[in-house]
């Protein structure tokens, strides 16, 4: 029987360290091994964030306004050789674990416009599931028709995937335990919001609109996968990846704390 597709965004937060450009070897280690026992049952597409890899470089170089000289270019290509050094050790954790993973590199394979993805090649990454690999992409630079090259952000690339490939699960596994009515770093009253669906998604936006840090991520978080959830009929939800098991237990269907998201089929695509 053919094995259901999940795609999982691991956040960078998860992998890296705090100290600009290292690596949190235990979260890696334990985000590789839950991967590896999920694969017996799951068919999984990874994408992962860049942490402390390429924050700093994006905020310093300000990629966000595209590449206007020789400066820019190279400092946009420093930021996808960090990605890609990050990428391979990411892809050596679960290579030690006996799984096939395939580095996926999104910044020779999409096209986008002020950020937003027009063009990707999944021919490979088609060939790559029917084969029995497994795919892993990066949050990457891309080559931008408005702006030479822009910040591709994995949610945006989660979310083509998912309309594209329609897979059972999306599935953000961040370090909080998912959506919360504050900022649950900041404010020890925080409550979770266990399901978002179209009785509380504007309440919803309200409470994360991009307002401070947390707002500002939890907001496309939310926002990315409700669009999926609508177009794409995937179950969707958020997680906390830093509890042992969590993850594992979202991808196969496990009944854990975290944040569903639900929309109507066809209702609202997206909010941006």
């Known amino acids: 029987m053919a094995r259901e597709l999940v795609i999982v965004k691991i956040g960078g937060s998860i992998i890296t360290g705090r100290e600009k450009e290292t690596i949190n070897f235990q979260g890696l280690s334990r985000i590789a091994d839950e991967l590896r026992d999920a694969c017996k049952s799951k068919q999984l597409i990874v994408v992962h964030g860049g942490g402390s890899f390429t924050h700093h470089l994006s905020a310093d170089y300000r990629l966000y306004e595209g590449a206007k000289d020789e400066r820019d270019r190279i400092n946009a290509a420093i930021i996808q050789g960090n990605m890609m050094r990050l990428n391979l050790i990411f892809v050596k954790s679960l290579h030690e674990r006996g799984v096939p993973a395939i580095s996926v590199v999104p910044s020779t394979s999409t096209i986008t416009r002020e950020g937003r993805i027009l063009k990707f090649d999944l021919e490979p990454m088609r060939l790559a599931l029917s084969s029995g690999f497994v795919p892993v992409a990066n949050g990457d630079i891309s080559l931008d028709y408005s702006k030479v090259v822009s910040d591709s952000p ?72 409700y669009g999926i959830s609508a177009s794409a009929s995937s179950e969707c939800q958020i997680v906390n990846a830093n509890v042992p098991g969590r993850l594992y237990g979202a991808i196969t269907g496990e009944k854990v704390i975290g944040t569903m998201i639900k929309a109507r089929p066809n209702g609202l695509k997206g909010l941006y």
């Open 154 to 225: 994995t949610e945006g690339l989660v979310g083509y995937l998912a309309m594209q490939l329609a897979p059972e699960k999306v599935i953000i596994a961040t370090d909080v335990d998912g959506t919360f009515t504050t900022n649950p770093k900041k404010d020890s009253c925080a409550k979770l919001i266990s399901t978002v669906d179209e009785r509380n998604i504007a309440q919803v936006i309200e409470a994360v609109k991009p307002s401070d840090g947390y707002g500002g991520e939890m907001f496309s978080k939310v926002a990315s996968l």
